[in-house]
């Protein structure tokens, strides 16, 4: 089918109400630029997941990151859309207002330059993101260690998305199945959803980022509703099987672990930490095992579970804005919040 005819169909569709989740921030954002929603008839609902790596990150993690960046001769390096985030009692905004060092990068391998600028100082990159940025801090691993760099180390909040899924899956939230994670699916490959699909008995579809590609996976969920199936329509970046050789570098440094994530909660062997021979270069990943939420009236928690939209949070548009976040769906440009907000959704 051409685009018009999928646009007419979603638009007119009067089955059964379904409900599609996108795991995938910059889905999340597509969708929201692209009015996908205003395209889709009132019996096909859509909802963000957890697939904003920020979002997730729980408060413990901004709270150590907040600790070091006060320590003497300790620097924090981060990318900007964690400055901002809420830990329990403060940011790394509000850290570095009170003299804490933190540098703000848009690539990691710029710690490997300051590090050797300054060899009195340990800098500490905060390692947050899903399966699609493990494999670039397994390279800068490699990078560090090639070059004997001694005072680098990493505080990782790595995540990888099917166990979160699964979560979901066992929630009564009522999905009719995923748009599976375009950039994660670069590195797993579709086929690491099958056991999800069939598990559970719902479809997943790899897409792509266009708002056309898009429309044609939620045309596709409809049609291949209460199937177990994966279905690729990603082929230009997508296989079957991922990227190997960034899988085994990543195995090479890192291995599964138990993680918190921000309003869920602790999920099995849901992050990848690094090994017991690395540890060198760890700055406590491990410890971090609580979500402790600053804000009560916060519902981002029921936002990625799909409970509830942006809208139906108390504070949204009220208290809770991009300028004043109160949690991190707010945050990150990939927040499902933040979108709600700009594009005046809801």
């Given amino acids: 089918m051409n685009i018009k005819d999928i646009t007419e169909f979603l638009s007119t569709y009067d089955g059964d109400t379904l409900t599609f989740m996108e795991v995938c921030g910059t889905h ?16 096909i609902r859509l909802i963000s997941g957890p697939g904003c790596p920020v979002c997730v990150t729980v408060a413990s993690y901004i709270d150590k990151l907040c600790e ?28 570095k207002s009170k003299g ?23 800098f500490i990159f905060a390692a947050v993101g899903f399966e699609t940025t493990t494999p670039i801090y397994a390279v800068l691993l490699d990078k560090i260690i090639e070059e004997n760099i001694k005072n680098i180390k990493l505080l990782t909040a790595l995540k990888t998305m099917p166990p979160a899924i699964d979560t979901l899956c066992k929630m009564d939230n009522k999905i009719d199945g995923f748009i599976a994670p375009g950039h994660v699916s670069v590195i797993t490959g ?16 790899v897409s792509g980022f266009k708002g ?16 177990g199936k994966v279905l690729n329509l990603y082929k230009s970046a997508v296989t079957d099987n991922g990227n190997e050789k960034a899988k085994a570098l990543v195995s090479k440094y890192f291995e599964p672990c138990d993680a918190a994530w921000r309003g869920i909660g602790q999920i099995k062997n849901s992050g990848m930490a690094l090994k017991k021979e690395y540890l060198v ?20 928690g029921e936002v990625i579970t799909g409970f509830i939209s942006p809208c139906e949070c108390p504070l949204f548009r009220k208290v ?19 979108h709600y907000f700009i594009n005046n959704r809801g």
Avoid at 101 to 114: G, T, W
Wanted: aromatic share 6%; glycine share 6%; with cysteine.
């Fill in 212 to 227: 056309e590609e898009l429309l044609g996976a939620i045309y596709a969920l409809v049609k291949l509703r209460n199937q």
């Fill in 28 to 43: 999340t954002a597509s969708i929201s630029e692209n009015g996908i929603p205003s395209l889709l008839s009132n019996k």
């Fill in 68 to 95: 070091l960046a006060l320590e003497e001769n300790t620097c924090v390096v981060t990318f900007g859309d964690l400055i901002r985030v809420p830990g329990s009692t403060s940011s790394l905004q509000e850290a």
């Fill in 100 to 122: 804490g060092h933190i540098e703000m990068v848009y690539s990691p391998f710029e710690i490997i330059d300051l590090a050797k600028k300054d060899c009195n100082t340990t």
């Fill in 281 to 300: 270069y760890d700055s406590g990943s491990r410890e971090l095992t609580q979500d402790n939420i600053k804000n009560k009236g916060c519902r981002c």
């Fill in 320 to 338: 809770c804005t991009p300028e004043n976040p109160q949690g991190a769906c707010m945050v990150s440009n990939e927040g499902a919040c933040f």
């Fill in 190 to 205: 579709a086929n690491e959803f099958k056991p999800l699909a069939e598990k559970y008995d719902l479809p997943f579809v």
